[in-house]
């Protein structure tokens, strides 16, 4: 059977100049289809002048409170303890009764001792007169000196026994006072060791209890051996001025963030670095009128009174971060933006301390920032972000 073959239909070649002809007519038409060009509109911004000001430089660390005095309260006689006069864990004033021990042996022991020395200085009266006979008939050789000699040393020896019986009797009222026992300050009590009936004795198991004095309060903290060091190299540069280690405010936030109405002062700093932690231990001194703080309690120290002198800032929502480093756009006298590599130091409240890279008078660019190339023209726009806080003076 004959099957007839598709013929193939030749390719025709256009002349050349024919297709530059059409080549021309597709791109004119796609040109004349295209928008014409416009220039690219101005960014709006916001921006601040940079103005170096006298600028507070605060410090936090953690702290923690302790009683500025606690004290032991010992038993210093043997005796049974009768009363407990005070209540556990409750604050008590200096004087006031906490422990009565039974005084009864004591107080016998007390009328023991005054009878000895009634009986020492009755002795004491007899030597006195004997003398007082035998001096004049020694004078007149009607007694011989040995006789004299004899009454001198008998009164001598009647006077050191009368003041041997009166260390007695004071020693005994000593011991008799002893089994009142009292507060030596004011401040927060601890509770009982021993309870009533039981037998205390004078030595290592003597402690019945702890008061702590809670006015004024101390707060322990410690400093870094690298932020100390930061710290004295900035000091040295004039970056940091201050009225010195031992004037200048503490200020303690508490654990739910209320700031404490106190100030306080450093009174003690280690000159030796700590082996265990590595601070430098230090201490400052609070008062605590209203017995508000207590023993133990965790806070953040603040430190006030030192100011960086014409410290550069800007918020730290314009410094931007790139391969080379931070970095922020600057606005130019042609309004246009450019970026400028910074050194950031610090943060103060919500701002950067620029340590370098910034002059007074740059306008650096707050918000807007992140839609900017280098070059790009600008509109700077006012600014409704809050006022920066107050600087400070000298």
Known sequence: ??????????????PSATALILSGFITTTALGQQPPSTARPPTPVTVVEIKPENTPATFEFTGKTASSRQVEIRARVEGYLDKIAYEEGSLVKNGQLLFQLDPSQFKAALASAKAELAQREALLT??????????PLAKQNALSQQDLDNAIANQLSAQA???????????????????????PLNGLSGSSNFREGSLITPGANSLLTTIVQLDPMWVN??????????????????QLKGPGIKKVDIELILADGSIYPQKGRITFVDPVVNADTGTYNIRAEVANPDN?????QFMRVRIQGVFRPDAIMVPQRSVMQGPNGKFVFVVGPDDTAQPKPIQAGDW???QWIITSGLTSGDRVVIDGAVRLQPGAPVQIQPSTAPAAASPIKP
């Open 221 to 238: 903290f410690g400093i870094g051996e690298n932020e100390v060091l930061k710290i004295q190299s900035q000091e040295q540069a004039g």
């Open 292 to 296: 508000a703080l207590r023993p133990g």
């Open 1 to 14: 059977m004959y099957t007839p073959h598709r013929l193939k239909q030749p390719m025709i070649a256009l």
């Open 161 to 183: 026994q009368v003041k041997s019986a009166q260390a007695q009797v004071d020693q005994a009222q000593l011991n008799l006072g002893y089994t009142t026992i009292k507060s």
């Open 348 to 350: 103060y409240g919500d």
């Open 126 to 135: 007899n030597a006195n007169l004997t003398l007082k006979r035998v001096r």
